[in-house]
């Protein structure tokens, strides 16, 4: 332990300046005597208030911080770059060497905060943006390790962060082979598309995996001859929510997709009657975010209730995506029956103080803005497409038909003939958060997509051509294909994502148009 107070009585009656003090505890420094130079600066702190001027010199705070740095003592560190900064909010090397001791003490997103506040005052300083930089990347693997081991990502693909604006990326860890699946991962949440109350309603789907479960009399007539070999066991029963039947009652394909809703986020909807009023916004406004978002507040607030996270703790991997706050109709209304629907459940006029500062406008339009710059398409393959598909996979080699059911159909119509049962009801499309892959970036030369490949909202990172290790994993946010003009595909992203395209093929072909 260092004692930092003295009763020298030079500092007391003033014979040695606070600034005369502060250079001897520099020469000290210099001198790797960090032990005396804590002393000579805890003598110039001392000195300093016992002089005539107000002005206090953040500076020595700063230098006694680097010292307890030197000697490990981060706690110590960290306490004086406090205080430097309460001296001088603009003081940038507070900033700095607050985040330093940060990082030494473990707090990586706490440093990240910090260093970024440093980096907002000065945009030139080497030092934070490297310190920066350190702090993220320590941050993210931190806390996407677990994430890539739970999805069996782990060894396959990375999360890296990458700087220079574009925040983070996916890395592949290994080689990867043209058309492989890198690995599948559950949505964070998902909900399917609504349809308008005149348009024909969507297969019998679960409301949590999105698993289509088809009836027969929701089957496409002509292929109803083939539900007996869909269902060999018969039709699979359909789970009901808890909510005595209402008409906006949740179904669920098994026990298990029920049990999973309501420790995610159903059981503070679970027959709330401004849940069905939402509904009704949704249907006439042919749109699913309000009903995203109300699960996205419903998860939050769950893990604040029943888990006893922290706002911070429950928030944390949906402020991990990338967004811009989003405005849109009625948000101020959905808003508000959002939050009644938890008052109700609650059984209060007021929520907890952490629930406060969840339910907020600012907080709807991020979650707005994370659904409009992050969900994926999703479009589960129905039980007769996977029929038909592994019909076709048990077909030898060299034949020219298949036999599908009780009939036979050339291999030339297949691909057609999926495509128009799709259309015609056989699937059911939605929307959804992927905590993982969404950190895959932009490219209008992608190497990989995500596609559903399953009757559930469980998708698949799959490479479009072979990918060397350590080569970032890109999608396309956009159908890059049908925009071969480059000044149309980078308007075409600019509007909907916020961003100017600078990838590979945007910047060769805007060379080669001299731009």
């Given at each position: ?200 309603a969507p297969p019998t789907t679960c409301s949590h995996c999105l698993k289509t479960v088809l009836p027969l009399s929701e089957t496409p007539i002509d292929w109803r001859d083939c539900h007996s070999f869909v269902y060999p066991k018969g039709l699979p ?116 103080n952490d629930l406060s500062k969840l339910f907020t406008l600012e907080n709807y339009r991020i979650f707005n803005g994370i659904i409009q710059h992050n969900t994926s398409e999703i479009s589960p393959i129905s039980d007769l497409l996977m029929y038909i ?127």
């Amino acid at each position: 332990m260092i004692s930092t107070n003295t009763n020298n009585n030079s500092n007391s009656n003033g014979s040695i300046s606070a600034q005369e003090l502060k250079r001897l505890g520099n020469i000290d420094f210099s001198a790797g005597n960090y032990n005396t130079a804590i002393v000579n600066y805890s003598n110039a702190l001392l000195q300093q208030e016992c002089e005539a001027t107000s002005t206090k010199d953040p500076a020595i705070l700063t230098n006694r911080s680097l010292c307890f740095f030197k000697l490990k003592m981060y706690q110590e560190s960290l306490d004086d770059a406090c205080k430097s900064i309460s001296i001088d909010p603009l003081w940038v090397k507070g900033y700095y060497r607050w985040g330093c001791a940060l990082i030494e003490l473990g707090k990586h997103k706490e440093a990240m905060h910090i260093l970024q506040q440093g980096d907002n005052i000065s945009k030139d300083n080497k030092d934070i943006s490297n310190s920066l930089t350190l702090a993220s990347q320590k941050y993210f693997r931190e806390y996407y390790l677990p994430i890539e081991k739970a999805c069996g990502a782990f060894g396959s693909v990375q999360v890296n962060f990458i700087g220079n604006g574009k925040g983070k990326g996916l890395f592949a860890t290994r080689r990867v082979n043209m058309r492989e699946i890198i690995f599948k991962e559950k949505t964070y949440t998902s909900h399917f598309l609504i349809q308008s109350e005149d348009k024909c309603a969507p297969p019998t789907t679960c409301s949590h995996c999105l698993k289509t479960v088809l009836p027969l009399s929701e089957t496409p007539i002509d292929w109803r001859d083939c539900h007996s070999f869909v269902y060999p066991k018969g039709l699979p029963s359909m789970v009901s929510c808890d909510c005595n039947n209402k008409p906006w009652c949740e179904l669920y394909c098994s026990e298990e997709c029920k049990k999973r809703a309501w420790e995610d986020y159903h059981r503070v909807l679970c027959g709330s009657d401004q849940l069905q009023r939402i509904y009704e916004i949704c249907r006439k406004m042919e749109r699913s975010n309000p009903l995203l978002i109300t699960r996205m507040f419903a998860i939050v607030t769950q893990k604040i209730l029943f888990e006893k996270q922290t706002y911070e703790q429950a928030s944390e991997p949906l402020f991990n995506f990338a967004f811009t706050p989003w405005e849109s109709p009625q948000e101020k209304k959905i808003l508000s029956l959002i939050k009644q629907a938890i008052q109700t459940y609650l059984n209060s006029p007021s929520l907890p103080n952490d629930l406060s500062k969840l339910f907020t406008l600012e907080n709807y339009r991020i979650f707005n803005g994370i659904i409009q710059h992050n969900t994926s398409e999703i479009s589960p393959i129905s039980d007769l497409l996977m029929y038909i598909d592994r019909c076709v996979g048990n077909t030898p080699m060299g034949e020219k038909s298949v036999n599908v059911g009780s009939r036979k159909v050339s291999l030339n119509d297949i691909g057609d003939m999926m495509n128009t049962l799709s259309n015609m009801g056989a699937a059911v499309s939605g929307t959804g958060l992927l905590v993982l892959m969404h950190n895959a970036n932009h490219s209008c030369r992608p190497n990989v997509s995500i596609a559903s490949c399953e009757n559930s909202n469980t998708m698949s990172l799959m490479a479009i051509r072979d990918i060397q290790p350590g080569e970032e994993l890109v999608i396309s946010y956009i159908d890059e294909d049908s925009l071969t003009d480059v000044i149309e595909r980078r308007k075409a992203i600019h509007s909907k994502y916020l961003f100017e395209c600078k990838c590979e093929r945007c910047t060769e072909e805007l060379k080669n148009l001299g731009i």
